[in-house]
């Protein structure tokens, strides 16, 4: 039985940082584990479709919504665990990031697993690690959204990638628990071998103990950097950036489709209803009078797809992801 209020026809707008999307015909906020985990259950016995949210921070939803359940994980909460003989793939991947940036984050100690909720929001750790002298993940501030989706996108702050400090982690996968432990091959740029039908329930990460005390600078001075460059009204860089290969096939100076779309495609600040492509960020499409709809953004993404495909010959790959749209 569900012990939890649910919702009907619940605009989705306000849990995306787009503020853009239709209603959801049913909506559950957990907070817990447990919550999390009653949803599931619930929806799986009823047969009712669902997807999972974290912090909305890299989905354009459609204008008509999202049919079935949609889940919202608030369950937070970190806590350090005793470092078993985890064995971790070293799988590298090439990060597409060009440094200018003077600061380091503290340098490692000794190693620290901690378990975290999927619903732990990554700014509120971050700074929670800081203040206990725990390091690693500082190249990711700036990055809204939960742990969930950050592992689930394998995103990627500066020249880490998430799936650098995942060492095991428990997912509910086809109406039941399994334990996951990653692989080598499991993850790459955007990548992570997770469904939608699969859920982050919780994790465990591989950090260092500080040596220094540089982390809540690094924190601060990184973070201010990053809201300067990247407006918050949005869904993050809307395109992935290119590989190396493709960078030098096409002679360009930047992997960063935000240089692509002012210097080479002219699109900067073109806008279709209420978005816009950024002023801040070409690679950004924004949400500019707070009434954009989804359909806004899709012209304005299928825009920069056809010059592009005119102009460069190539097509962009979404790094965002667009739930309840038939079209692709
Ligand atoms: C201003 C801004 C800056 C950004 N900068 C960056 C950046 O520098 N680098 C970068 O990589 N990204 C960046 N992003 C994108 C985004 O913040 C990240 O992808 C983020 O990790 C998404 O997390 P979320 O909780 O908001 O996921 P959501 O947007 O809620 O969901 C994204 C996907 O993850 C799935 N998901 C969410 N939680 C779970 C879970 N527990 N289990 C399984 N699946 C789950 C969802 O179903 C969905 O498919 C930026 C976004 C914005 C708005």
């Known amino acids: 039985m569900l012990e939890l209020p649910l919702r009907h026809h619940v605009p989705l707008a306000p849990y995306t940082t787009f503020h853009i999307g239709g209603p959801a015909d049913y909506l559950l906020e957990v907070t817990s584990q447990e919550q999390l985990r009653q949803s599931l259950r619930w929806a799986e016995e009823k047969g009712i479709p669902w997807l999972i949210l974290g912090g909305g921070s890299n989905v354009l939803i459609s204008d008509r919504g999202i049919r079935g359940l949609v889940i919202i994980n608030r369950s937070q909460g970190w806590q350090?665990?005793?470092?078993?003989?985890?064995?971790?793939?070293?799988?590298?991947?090439?990060?597409?990031?060009?440094?200018?940036?003077?600061?380091?984050?503290?340098?490692?100690?000794?190693?620290?697993?901690?378990?975290?909720?999927?619903?732990?929001?990554?700014?509120?750790?971050?700074?929670?690690?800081?203040?206990?002298?725990?390091?690693?993940?500082?190249?990711?501030?700036g990055i809204p959204g939960t742990v969930g989706g950050a592992i689930k996108n394998n995103i990627h702050g500066g020249p880490e990638f998430f799936s650098n400090f995942l060492l095991a982690a428990t997912i509910w996968r086809q109406g039941r628990e399994e334990r996951y432990l990653p692989q080598a091959e499991d993850f790459d740029y955007d990548f992570s071998p997770f469904d939608s039908q699969t859920v982050l329930l919780e994790a465990?990460?591989?950090?260092?103990?500080a040596k220094d005390n540089r982390g809540p600078l690094f924190l601060r001075e990184w973070g201010k950097t990053k809201l300067q460059n990247q407006p918050q009204n949005s869904a993050g860089c809307v395109f992935q950036n290119l590989s190396i290969k493709e960078q030098r096939q096409l002679g360009l100076p930047s992997p960063s489709w935000g240089y692509i779309i002012d210097k080479i495609l002219h699109l900067k600040g073109r806008q279709i209803g209420g978005a816009q492509i950024s002023l801040q960020h070409a690679a950004f499409i924004i949400n500019a009078d707070g009434?954009?709809?989804?359909?806004?953004?899709?012209?304005?993404?299928?825009?920069?797809?056809?010059?592009?495909?005119?102009?460069?010959?190539i097509e962009p790959r979404l790094e965002i992801q667009l739930l309840g749209f038939d079209e692709k």
């Open 80 to 141: 350090k665990v005793a470092l078993d003989d985890f064995s971790r793939p070293t799988a590298s991947i090439a990060s597409r990031w060009q440094s200018t940036f003077p600061l380091e984050p503290p340098a490692r100690g000794k190693k620290v697993a901690i378990k975290v909720n999927t619903g732990t929001s990554l700014k509120a750790l971050l700074f929670e690690l800081a203040a206990a002298q725990i390091t690693g993940l500082e190249w990711f501030v």
């Open 204 to 209: 465990t990460l591989l950090l260092f103990e």
């Open 291 to 313: 009434q954009a709809r989804a359909k806004d953004v899709l012209a304005l993404i299928n825009l920069i797809k056809e010059k592009s495909q005119q102009v460069l010959g």
